[in-house]
């Protein structure tokens, strides 16, 4: 008798115990599958966004401004910068003035860095260094500006034509010379562009020269960090191409790209930046755009299908992006993963996957896009108002 009840008993609790493995196992299927459905809803609510088309647009909020017919209009940071050869004028994201500063320039240089601006007159021997909240200084060069280039910091380069001598000066928002270099062109050739890294560590220079009746050119980095205190002129790295090279940028402090007749090369590094990727090409390129991931190519369609063809290149050489359009283009901006394409009143959208979330004509001149937080929502500024903008 005993020995049944004891036997009854583990099979009491062999069976209380199978119950909660069952029960355990039913509850985490039950998890698992309210899991699944949520990432199922998730990626196709994903899908269905990324996919969405709009049609039309409607203006949520206006605001009036009033700005001289012949100013120009560019983005600084989450802001609105007008100028013109008689000052600037610096307005938030509603279009409310923020601040104003008078000058005057025969033809003005103007480099832009995230939300910090300089100002110089070609030829000139005075620069003005301003933010979103307002001047930080005014700079007078000993010689004449051939091209600028600024730092989030507020640290600006200055190309500076001496004769036979070109000098790179150092300044720091308050005019102080913070490092001098002296190029010749027997030695490295003439300056045609300059960029700094945002937090102004490094400087990216195209220098362009002769070699025995071809044209050649040459994009050298400085480093004016403590790295770059240990080399001759602060000098780090270079590179040589065949070709022109009209353009260098930094995308972001550790990433660069220069855009030469035949190529699109990119750098890495934030000390002693090297040659990462080179893209050869084969069109001229008409407009070259970019934002701290993606650098974005215009040229003419050659298939003959569109007038134009936008290429979207990320630091690796990887293309995302080969769209063909037809209007008569301004601007492009990259925000996201969306190219925003936009002429004096037309406006398309792409996102990288090749879909045209939008496109159409506006009641009014376009002046200025500003991509807002959402592919369907975006600021448009005008020389009469500035205009939020949500599509439909």
């Known amino acids: 008798m005993f020995g049944k009840k004891e036997a009854s008993e583990g099979l009491k609790r062999e069976h209380y115990s199978d119950k909660i493995v ?53 983005v600084l ?46 030829n000139g021997r005075k620069i003005y260094v301003m933010n979103t909240q307002g001047i930080l200084g005014e700079i007078a060069t000993n010689m004449p500006i051939r091209a600028l ?28 010379v913070a490092v001098r270099i002296k190029t ?6 003439y300056p045609i562009d300059i960029s700094l890294s945002p937090n102004n560590n490094l400087a990216m220079i195209s220098f362009l020269a002769e070699d025995e009746g071809t044209v050649k050119s040459s994009v050298a980095f400085y480093n004016f960090g403590e790295v770059g205190q240990n080399e001759v002129d602060n000098y780090m790295s270079g590179y040589d191409y065949p070709a022109v090279v009209p353009h260098v940028c930094f995308m972001t402090s550790e990433l660069a790209y220069a855009m030469a007749d035949d190529r699109l090369a990119f750098y890495e590094g934030a000390q002693k930046p090297v040659s990462k990727f080179e893209v ?43 769209q063909g359009f037809d209007l008569e283009y301004r601007n492009v901006i990259i925000k996201g993963e969306n ?12 996102n990288l ?18 991509p807002g937080d959402s592919v369907g929502r975006f600021t448009l500024v005008n020389q009469e108002s500035v205009d939020t903008v949500e599509l439909k």
């Open 22 to 74: 069952k029960y355990r196992l039913h509850r985490l299927y039950q998890g698992s599958l309210v899991f699944v459905v949520i990432v199922a809803v998730a990626a196709a609510l994903w899908i269905s966004q990324k996919n969405r088309v709009y049609t039309e647009y409607v203006v949520t909020e206006s605001n009036a401004r009033d700005v001289a017919a012949n100013a120009k209009t560019i």
């Open 77 to 122: 940071g989450d802001h609105i910068l007008t100028y013109s050869n008689d000052g600037a004028s610096c307005f938030d994201i509603k279009g409310k003035p923020v601040w104003n500063e008078t000058f005057e320039m025969q033809d003005p240089v103007v480099t832009v860095c995230n939300s910090t601006v300089a100002f110089g007159d070609y």
């Open 149 to 176: 280039a600024v730092a989030q910091t507020g640290v600006v380069a200055a190309v500076l034509d001496d004769s036979d001598v070109t000098w790179i000066y150092l300044y720091n928002s308050k005019g102080e």
């Open 184 to 189: 010749t062109m027997s030695q490295f050739g």
């Open 280 to 322: 050869l090409l084969e069109d001229e390129v008409r407009s070259v755009y970019h934002n701290d991931t993606y650098v974005a190519l215009v040229t003419y369609d050659t298939t003959g299908n569109h007038k134009y063809m936008i290429t979207v290149y990320d630091s690796n050489g990887e293309k995302h992006l080969s």
């Open 339 to 350: 190219v925003y394409i936009y002429g004096e009143t037309e406006c398309s959208i792409y």
């Open 353 to 370: 996957s090749g879909v045209e979330k939008y496109h159409g004509i506006m009641n009014t001149s376009i002046s200025l896009l500003i």
